[in-house]
């Protein structure tokens, strides 16, 4: 049975002054019960402990009444009269004085609710042995809790109606029609929560059943849902299917490694493999819903080439050498001596640590090599950009003056500027679009290069921006009074927005100058922890500026260090320049693919001239295998730590599994560190968030991000966008969709399928020009794509996904923001 | 007949015939605007247009005219349900989507006399300030269709439709919308969301159709012969009207008397009229037979018997003896019918028919027929009727709408009158009747 969650204390941190509800008191079974006007008896029969049964109803879907599971008897409505026929507690609300009698004291209620159960087996097969449902089937729990023993439909020669066995919906979601109790909660799903209305009701009476259009898939990022939801084994996992019951599943909560929102999952296992991941509950975050990433994608951690031992090269004497399994101790002398002989030394952790694995990383900058040359960012990134995170974002989170999930709702305007939701934060677009359905709803205005699916979806409006130009449009947001830019807007800034010059600059200054509130999006589960971690050139832990001296002496103090050096350190796009010129000589490199950096040639090209390269990592990779130490790193299953979300939350996580083949970043750099002679001073993750907590939050002055003109001459890793904007051809526009070609999702076919595909959109005009295949050139390689026609796409924008073909736009292609020349291709 | 009905029969107003919708049937081309216009039709429409809108929806209200649909409820006090003061548009619907089994009035209306609905849409929309209006036709009646069609393309030409009419500053545009063959889309709420394109399903309720109803817009859903009663009612005014009739159940009504009857057909009649009347008037029971059972208002209502012959035929006669008015379809049955095998075949209307939203129906309806055939063939056992009786009591008032419990009427009503022939079936194992001999040709071979 589905009931709604318990509210979690409101830990948002904005000013929200509670509304004064009004309420109303009902007597349930004879219970008098207050509960706010409008309630649905259904849910105050929840608060005084009555579950009534039920099939259709769903907290977060809107009531539908379909299955009638829940009737009640009503002797009094409130005003004196009963209700002659018993009502469905889903969709009748509480009306002051109103009297209810469910199946505990009715035996009117409990005999409809008898009979609508039988009525329910009548056509549902007896496979509970064989369904994946089977042990946690509300259907199966309520046919016990509800139902008779005996079916009087069998026993008097009942013939059910037969369907063939699963039809597939989509890639990942196949439907058993024989098991549907056609209760809609699919359906009112996929239309109500993530507006993807690719299925619906078919036929009519018992042939009534659940379909797609011929030709025409669930293709919605956020499909799984829908077999979380099923209250019967209808809808099931393609990749889950039959593979385990449900009571043999040890569950452990976890936390959504996909991207930056943090959403509740629920991980089920079984002798020491996941089996499959479900949504958690949490109303403050992800409610109830997950993208199909964070359901599908964790066969990666499973990948045949997953690193399970430590390596170390055995130089020849021509200076190549092979890798070769080594102990765990002597992996940590080579890489100390490797690194001590090296000098210089940069460190790229990458965005997909827990905030205790990235403090390890920035201690161990700082503690064992004595260098600020550390950044998080594997990704193209400005000089701009790390000025905005210490000033804007660092430290602010729910009750700090952060934007929340609530925030989202409550606003009036919400701008969206480099940030595609639906593609880049899954939990972000669902909370808009419920913010949008409301009335009055938030309206949202997107500052992109074109009108997106999920921006229809969110009945957004385009703010048409060319890459490059988003500075621009934010500067004249505020300036109109249509755009409404207020006290109660928030906007939302995308990581992307590092590429396009003086764009963050201007969200800070529409913020400062409007009073809207403003956010920055990540798109890494672990970049907002890198932040909070000082994994970042500027910044210490805690959002200490390395600027300041009190800052520097804070840490130092904790750290048991004379002093810590007082400027900052070089950023990514610096460390991989200084590793090609020589100044650095040492490398330690986490999670880090050489096709997500701003230039993937220059990275390769800093790879080799290296002298000394420690790596961590999940699996072999280019990287790795150029490495002259690899330390297999534990993934989020082996390890307790904590995602930070967008919004600044910390989601802290337990280890589901304990697998001795791979350590925590944290105590692989704590091990290293101590054979330098230099320990960090813990090793394990809770004396990691022992010394972070320690350490706290810096209270002193920021060192402010310049709003004055947002024509800062900012070093832009995507450089090539100033000196080639007058050159003509096409500005680059790109993203990562949210299935594609990343390597964590790895493994599963399936969800891959349901990706959407690589194609180029472009205006009408182009299309006209050069017809429905495109090649692609620009300074760094060519691709040929399937054109599409963008409504509202200017002729001089071509859009591309960034990692859905090939090695990806910025290895094959150009970085974004730049100009690529268009041709027609022959097919 | 107990004291109480020979009360209610005594105090009938009239029991002759009434014709005013079918006043014109038997004319030459009775369906064209000529002779509709040359008996006196859209005279009613000039005078509407110069009276207030409120004081139409008031002299309907007086009339005591109630929807024709079935319900009964008061039409004009529907109307009045239309908040005014919503500047969202207000539509009228008519709905025309009559597909019970043995409903037949609304069809030959619309075949005989469509200008009557048309102007009746008129001065019903203008009531309530309608600028738009629907008439949502059965889509199997194809001829009907083209006919209201037709009649609608006219009144256009005539200036009765469109901007402007007849100079008083009013504009109405009709559409005329073709059903997708379901009968649950005579269900008010699914008719709406037919209309709108989507699936035919109903819709919760609240907020119901006149606070939000077609495009979330007030909206007055009324049936083909309510909204065709209209033009009298203003024409003759609302005393007229509430001259016939009963106290509570006021005007007249058409009958549409079908089955072992002489001369089946429909007929125009003052509400509270009785079917011992209506079949007298209609040249009695087919000859050599006598009346088994009957329904009232089409199969969704509770049958009734032969005792039943005098109960008036209004909705407070009728619901007491615990059926329905309905639509007076008056399906005749005599003696040849087994009663087993027509609540059989209606079961399998509704089982058919059934849209499959809730369980009790979608579930409910294909058990019935299962345990009803069986039952037809002589299969079972006597606590099979129980079970039966039992499963119509977890349909009946536990369905989303109306169509669960019309379903349950056949088979409760006939097991309670002829609850012996069930129990025959089983003794005899099988049907005792020969289904030929109720056929209408059976007694013309037999003398042949």
């Known amino acids: 049975m589905t009931t709604t969650p318990e509210k979690t ?388 989170g729910p009750g700090g003056g952060g934007v929340t999930y609530a925030d989202l709702e409550s606003a009036s305007t919400v701008v969206l500027a480099g940030l595609e939701p639906e593609d880049e934060a899954g939990a972000i677009f669902l909370r808009l679009r419920k913010a949008t359905r409301r009335t009055p709803g938030t309206r949202v205005l997107a500052v992109a290069a074109y009108s997106t699916r999920a921006l229809r979806k969110l009945h957004g409006t385009l703010v048409q921006a060319a890459p490059g130009e988003e500075a621009e449009a934010l500067q004249s947001l505020g300036t109109r009074a249509d755009h409404g830019i207020g006290k109660d807007t928030v906007v939302l800034v995308g990581e992307r927005l590092a590429t396009s010059p003086g764009a963050l600059t201007a969200a800070a200054a529409l913020a400062a100058r409007t009073g809207a509130r403003l956010a920055w999006v990540p798109r890494r589960a672990g970049d907002r922890g890198a932040l909070e971690a000082g994994c970042l050139p500027t910044l210490l832990p805690g959002g200490r500026p390395v600027t300041d001296a009190g800052a520097r002496v804070d840490v130092a103090t904790a750290w048991g260090l004379d002093s810590l050096p007082e400027t900052p350190g070089r950023d990514a796009d610096q460390i991989v320049a200084a590793l090609s010129s020589g100044e650095l000589r040492g490398l330690v490199v986490g999670g880090v693919d050489p096709d997500d950096t701003a230039e993937p040639e220059a990275f390769r090209e800093a790879l080799r001239a290296a002298s000394f390269v420690v790596a961590l990592d999940l699996r072999e990779t280019e990287v790795t295998q150029a490495a002259d130490v690899v330390f297999p790193v ?164 071509v859009w591309v996904p960034a990692r859905s073909s090939g090695r990806g736009v910025l290895a094959d292609l150009a970085s974004p923001g730049s100009r690529v020349t268009v041709t027609g291709a022959q097919a | 007949m107990s004291e109480q009905q020979t009360e209610q029969t005594a105090g009938r107003t009239t029991n002759t015939l009434t014709p005013v919708l079918t006043d014109i049937w038997a004319d030459e081309q009775s369906w064209k605007l000529d002779t509709y216009t040359r008996r006196g039709g859209y005279r009613a429409l000039d005078k509407a247009l110069g009276m207030a809108p409120d004081d139409i929806i008031t002299a309907v209200k007086d009339s005591g005219l109630r929807g024709r649909g079935g319900a009964g ?179 007249f009504g058409i009958f549409s008397l079908s089955g072992h009857v002489t001369r089946p057909g429909q007929y125009e009649a003052p509400l509270g009229v009785t079917l011992r009347e209506l079949i007298d008037l209609a040249g009695g029971i087919r000859e050599g037979h006598e009346l088994k059972f009957w329904t009232p208002g089409g199969s969704s209502t509770p049958l009734l018997t032969a005792e039943h012959l005098d109960v008036p035929l209004d909705f407070e006669g009728v619901a007491s003896v615990k059926s329905m008015l309905g639509t007076r379809a008056l399906q005749l049955f005599d003696e040849t019918t087994c009663v087993v095998r027509a609540v059989l075949r209606w079961t399998e209307f509704y089982k058919h028919e059934s849209c499959g939203k809730c369980t009790p129906c979608r579930e409910g309806t294909w058990w019935l027929v299962q345990t009803l055939s069986n039952l037809e063939k002589g299969i079972g056992q006597e606590s099979d009727l129980d079970l039966l009786v039992d499963q119509c009591d977890n349909i009946l008032g536990r369905s989303f709408c109306a169509l669960g419990d019309g379903a349950t009427s056949p088979i409760t009503s006939s097991i309670q009158f002829f609850r012996d022939e069930y129990l025959r079936h089983l003794t005899e194992g099988g049907c005792p009747f020969d289904p030929a001999r109720s056929t209408l040709f059976a007694d013309e071979l037999e003398m042949a």
């Open chain 1, 634 to 797: 534990a993934a989020v299953t082996d390890k307790a730590g904590t995602f930070v979300t967008w919004e600044g939350r910390p989601r802290p996580f337990e280890a589901v599994f304990t697998n001795p083949q791979a350590l925590p970043d944290s105590r692989v750099l704590a091990g290293i560190a101590e054979e330098l002679g230099r320990p960090l001073g813990f090793r394990t993750v809770p004396e990691v968030r022992r010394q972070l907590e320690q350490l706290g939050p810096w209270d002193g002055e920021r060192v402010a991000h310049d709003v004055s003109g947002p024509e800062t001459s900012a070093t832009s890793s995507a450089g090539g966008v100033a000196d080639s904007s007058a050159s003509g051809g096409y500005a680059l526009a790109t993203w990562k969709q949210l299935l594609d070609l990343g390597t964590m999702q790895d493994g599963d076919e399936h969800l891959r399928a349901t990706a959407r595909p690589a194609l180029v959109r472009v205006s009408a005009a182009t299309y006209e020009e050069h017809g429905p295949l495109l090649t692609l050139t620009g300074d760094r390689g060519t691709i040929t794509l399937p054109a599409e026609v963008a409504a509202d796409i200017a002729d001089d924008v």
């Open chain 2, 73 to 251: 409820f008061p039409t004009g006090m529907k109307w009045s349900f239309i908040p005014q003061d919503n500047p969202k548009p207000k539509y009228l619907v008519v709905n025309a989507d009559e597909s019970e089994p043995g409903t037949c009035k609304d069809t030959p209306l619309l075949m005989a006399n469509p200008h009557v609905l048309v102007e009746g849409v008129i001065i019903s929309s203008f009531a309530i300030r309608a600028n738009k209006a629907f008439i949502y036709v059965r889509g199997e009646i194809v001829h009907v269709i083209r006919r209201v069609q037709a009649a609608v393309a006219e009144a256009y030409a005539a200036g009765h439709l469109g901007k402007d009419i007849h100079g008083s500053g009013y504009d109405l545009d009709v559409v005329v919308h073709a059903g997708a063959g379901a009968y649950i889309c005579g269900e008010e709420t699914a008719l709406l969301e037919g209309l709108e394109g989507r699936r035919g399903q109903p819709r919760l309720r609240p907020p119901f159709p006149a606070v939000a109803g077609l495009y979330a817009s007030p909206t007055v859903i009324n049936n083909v012969e309510s909204i065709a009663s209209v033009p009298s009612i203003v024409d003759n005014g609302a005393a007229w009207f509430a001259s016939m009739g009963t106290e509570k159940s006021k005007g």
């Open chain 1, 9 to 396: 204390a409101q830990s948002s941190g904005t000013e929200n002054t509670p509304v004064a509800v009004k309420t109303v008191t009902v007597t349930i079974d004879g219970v008098q019960v207050e509960v706010p006007e409008n309630t649905l008896v259904i849910r105050a029969a929840e608060q005084i402990g009555v579950q009534i049964p039920r099939f259709c109803d769903h907290p977060l879907l809107a009531p539908v009444g379909a299955c009638r599971q829940c009737l009640v008897d009503v002797p009094d409505a409130g005003n004196g009269r009963g209700f002659p026929k018993p009502q469905a507690s889903c969709t009748l609300p509480v009306a002051d004085g109103m009297v209810v009698s469910t199946q505990l004291t009715s035996p009117v209620a409990d005999k409809a609710q008898q009979g609508v159960m039988e009525f329910l087996l009548v056509n549902h097969p007896l496979d509970c042995p064989v369904c994946d449902k089977g042990g946690e089937c509300p259907l199966q729990n309520q046919a016990l809790s509800n139902g008779r023993g005996e079916s009087r439909f069998s026993t008097s020669g009942g013939v059910k109606r037969t369907f063939p066995k699963p039809i597939s919906i989509s890639p990942v979601v196949l439907l058993d029609r024989e098991r549907c109790i056609v209760c809609q909660r699919c359906t009112r799903f996929a239309e109500e929560i993530p507006g993807d209305p690719f299925i619906a009701l078919v036929e009519r009476g018992a042939q009534q059943q659940i379909g797609i259009a011929e030709g025409e898939p669930f293709y919605s990022y956020f499909s799984g849902n829908v077999i979380q939801i099923c209250p019967v084994g209808a809808l099931t996992s393609a990749d889950y299917r039959f593979r385990s019951r449900p009571f043999d599943l040890v569950s452990t909560p976890a936390v959504g490694e996909h991207d930056a929102c943090g959403s509740a999952i629920r991980v089920d296992h079984r002798r020491g493999k996941v089996m499959r991941r479900l949504s958690g509950e949490d109303a403050e975050v992800n409610e109830e819903w997950i993208t199909d990433k964070d359901r599908f994608g964790f066969h990666y951690l499973t990948a045949e080439d997953r690193l399970t031992y430590p390596q170390v090269r055995d130089r020849s004497e021509d200076g190549a050498g092979v890798l070769r399994p080594a102990s765990w101790t002597e992996a940590f002398a080579v890489a100390a001596r490797g690194l001590r002989e090296a000098g210089a030394t940069g460190v790229l952790p990458g965005g997909r640590l827990t905030v205790e694995d990235a403090y390890a990383y920035s201690a161990f900058a700082r503690i064992a090599l004595g260098t600020h040359d550390v950044d998080f960012r594997a990704r193209p990134l400005s000089a701009e950009e790390t000025s905005f995170l210490g000033a804007e974002v660092v430290l602010r």
